[in-house]
């Protein structure tokens, strides 16, 4: 009987596709996957640090893992227990101590090694353990299985990681390591591959994406907007998307792709984290509200139709009533039409993480709910405005119940759902929008 793995995913899309290549290095060396913990033969935590406690979340975590392993045990099955991501590259072997049971810790840079490692496990050197928390982009990304074993109408595509810009609030420099860029070849035969095998869409990934500078096919240095022209000649891709951005690596090509590249949606995630010039120098964003604004203006100058969304921390320390005003004005002016928002949170390892707090809970908790409260507003105007119009719909799920209950999303990325006798998955068309929704909306059924 084939021995099966469960990849338990925490995070962003980074750690989707991250996660997407450890199934696939399984599924390379002969083994099938599985929904059913108790089934897992390997069971592995992709781990994120971006969240708030994430250390006690993944605690918790393996809690509930090492219940099962012992269940197995008992019926003579064992399960190897990996812990991958960025959790496991701050914590490293610290993890061994407080739940000796783990038997891989694998941090995200170095989750390539993995057949090797699972090679030592079943080579049954006992009681061993393992660690991996070396940071080798190239080579992670040279050693990673080249076939393809998932198949995805929309699929992200890594094309840079780490960051060099250290905002105080932030653990990703520390987790991912400084900036890496993958050649122009490496993301094109990546991307070849995916539409070879169903991709519609590709989402290029990257903790800072628009500061990629990876190699082109001359031996030149690149930048994300040639590359987004080099991939928009890939026949049966129909559409590009790209995040995260950062508003101070915006460049001319890239503003000229928007205006060019009809594969590129006319939807940008653009963090801002706050609309105060002092709170933004506090974070060492190194842009002010007044250049955010001229980018986001600049970006419409290309695009007419372009829509924004955004990242808000709400209770920065120093955050006064006034600052936070100014991130309410700015929101009125954008008008976003998607975003997230969270109340700050101190990250250990970070520089802002001994910051004196100078708000009440209630008080932040206030200020998240006005914040929502008007982001809401945008996002359910913007999306009244298509009732009884024609959105562009590229489906990417389908359920087959009595009808078909068919998922996609716009060129603005607004989650669109139809109910229909005909199967949508894989399909793109302009559809009439019946009814909008906060977060989404309904679809005239086509029969
Ligand atoms: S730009 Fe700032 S928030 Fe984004 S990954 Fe880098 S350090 Fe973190």
Redesign the pocket.
């Known amino acids: 009987m084939l021995e099966k793995f469960k990849v338990k995913t925490f995070g962003c899309q980074m750690n989707v596709y991250d996660s997407q290549k450890i199934s696939e290095i399984f599924f390379d060396l002969g083994y099938k996957n599985t929904f059913i913990d108790q089934e897992a033969d390997f069971y592995v935590i992709n781990t994120c640090h971006i969240r708030n406690k994430a250390k006690e979340k993944l605690y918790s975590e393996l809690g509930k893992i090492y219940k099962i392993k012992k269940n197995r045990n008992k019926k003579n099955r064992n399960t190897i227990v990996i812990v991958a991501g960025c959790v496991a590259q701050a914590e490293g072997e610290e993890i061994f101590k407080r739940a000796p049971f783990v038997d891989i810790v694998v941090g995200s840079q170095s989750y390539q090694k993995l057949p090797h490692l699972i090679k030592k496990i079943k080579n049954k050197i006992k009681n061993k353990k393992f660690v991996e928390l070396d940071f080798e982009p190239k080579s992670k990304f040279d050693h990673l299985p080249k076939n393809k074993y998932i198949h995805e109408v929309s699929s992200y595509l890594t094309i840079q990681e780490g960051?060099n810009?250290?905002?105080k609030?932030?653990?990703?420099?520390y987790t991912r390591g400084p900036e890496y860029s993958r050649s122009v070849k490496e993301i094109l035969n990546e991307a070849e591959l995916l539409v070879n095998n169903g991709t519609k869409e590709i989402i290029l990934l990257g903790?800072?994406v628009n500061a990629y500078h990876g190699q082109d096919l001359n031996n030149k240095e690149c930048n994300l907007g040639k590359l987004i022209y080099i991939l928009a000649k890939i026949k049966g891709l129909k559409r590009i998307r790209y995040m995260?951005a950062?508003p101070k690596d915006m460049h001319d090509d890239l503003y000229k792709a928007h205006k060019n590249v009809e594969k590129l949606m006319p939807f940008l995630h653009l963090?801002i984290q706050s609309g105060s010039n002092k709170i933004l120098k506090a974070m060492n964003?190194n842009y002010s509200v007044e250049e955010y604004l001229k980018i986001i203006n600049k970006v419409k100058e290309f695009r007419k139709d372009i829509v924004f969304s955004s990242d808000f921390i709400v209770g920065y320390p120093g955050e006064t009533k006034e600052d936070f005003q100014k991130t309410l004005d700015l929101i009125d002016k954008v008008k976003y039409v998607q975003s997230f928002s969270f109340i700050y949170s101190p990250r250990p390892g970070t520089t802002a993480y001994n910051l004196k707090d100078n708000l009440k809970e209630s008080e932040k908790k206030r200020r998240l709910s006005v914040l929502q409260n008007k982001l809401r507003f945008y996002q359910e105007n913007f999306n009244k405005n298509f009732v009884k119009k024609s959105l562009n719909v590229l489906f990417s799920n389908s359920i087959n119940e009595k009808n078909y209950q068919s998922l996609g999303y716009s060129q603005y990325m607004q989650l669109v759902r139809i109910n229909n006798k005909k199967d949508m998955q894989g399909k793109i068309e302009d559809i009439k929008i019946k009814k909008s929704f906060y977060k989404s909306l309904e679809a005239v059924s086509l029969n």
Request: glycine fraction near 0%.
């Open positions: 960051c810009k250290f905002c609030f932030c653990v990703v420099p903790q800072n995260t950062h963090p964003r």
